[in-house]
Each structure stands twice: as C-alpha cells, then as structure tokens.
C-alpha cells in the first residue's frame, strides 16, 4: 500500500471517529442532582431503591421499575423504540397444550380458603376436557377480574362463590392463571 493511500485512509477514519464524538456529545447534558436521602412510602410502607432518589430542578426523581412494582404493577423496556410500557395488572401467558396445560371455564360453587382448593361446576362445550371439579390453586397464581375493556388484579381471597371464570390448569393439574368476568 502506498504512503498517500495510508494517508488517506487515517484521514477519513480520524474524520469518522471526530463525527461521532460530535453527534453523540449532542445527546449528553451534564447536570448536577442533590442527594438528600430521599425515603418513598407506598401504603405507608417504606420503599427500598437499588438507585437513591435526587432532585434535579426542583423535582423529585426515582427509578419508574421500583415505583411500579411496588403499586404492583410490571415494566417493560423496549431499547428499540426507547419506550417503557407499565401496565396496573399483572398477566399470565396464554395455555401451552405442549406442556400438559388446559383451559376451562366454569362457576365456583366452594371454595377451601385454607387448602387453596375451589370446587366449580364446569362449563362444558365442544372443545372441553371434563376436569375434576376440585382444583388446587397455586400460590403464585394470577387472577385478573375483566370488565370490557378493564382489567385488574385480585387475590385468592377475592374469589367469591358464584364467579364464572377462565382457568389455565399446568401440567400438574395446579390452577396458575383465572380470568373472571370474561
């Protein structure tokens, strides 16, 4: 390789990298925050950061992801479109038959608080397992209460008798997701 192509080629590589410090200084504004020990109380109950809250300008920032979670609801990042998604309920993914999952439907007719057991009558249609009517509900398990276009999350304890529901059973035959009010 010749003297002037090598000349040549530093030049154009020195001018790229002086680009790219010039567009991406354009992204970055330093600024000065004031750390004061900063507590956040949800319910009343002290929050704990990984991050410590500051104030810039006057205005109080935490980390969304903790503040979110604590008012139970989930964050998504997506670094492609620099977007944050939060949804207020928490979802359960769809049954996987490949796994030994099912979904049915049917009313409580009883419901064992202690053992976490409900006993439903089954609503049964073409595409229905008959199931046995005692299911184990999981202490992990979503529930989501759906009206129209609304959707909340409740606790076990919310299940009343009489609530026509959705059910994902895993292969286990443990109840993991309800949907009521569908």
């Not at 090598?6 to 504004?29: H, W």
């Not at 109380?41 to 205005?59: A, M, Q, S």
């Not at 439907?105 to 608080?113: P, T």
Request: charged share 25%; net charge negative.
């Amino acid at each position: 390789m010749n003297k002037n192509l090598k000349i040549f080629i530093a030049i154009i590589i020195s001018l790229c990298i002086s680009t790219l410090t010039v567009v991406a200084s354009q992204n970055y504004e330093e600024i000065k925050i004031l750390y004061r020990g900063i507590k956040i109380l949800v319910d009343g109950n002290e929050v704990e950061f990984r991050e410590e809250p500051f104030i810039f300008k006057n205005t109080v920032y935490v980390p969304i992801r903790f503040i979110a979670q604590s008012l139970n609801s989930s964050v998504l990042w997506n670094n492609q479109k620099n977007t944050i998604s939060i949804s207020t309920f928490k979802d359960f993914p769809e049954t996987n038959p490949l796994e030994g999952e099912r979904f049915i439907y049917g009313e409580i007719l009883s419901i064992d608080k202690e053992k976490r057991i409900v006993h439903i009558y089954q609503h049964i249609d073409d595409n229905s397992i008959d199931e046995e009517p005692n299911l184990k509900i999981s202490e992990d398990v979503v529930i989501i209460l759906q009206r129209n276009d609304k959707k909340i999350n409740l606790d076990f304890a919310d299940l009343k008798i009489g609530d026509n529901l959705g059910m994902v059973i895993n292969g286990e035959g443990i109840v993991r997701g309800i949907i009521i009010g569908f």
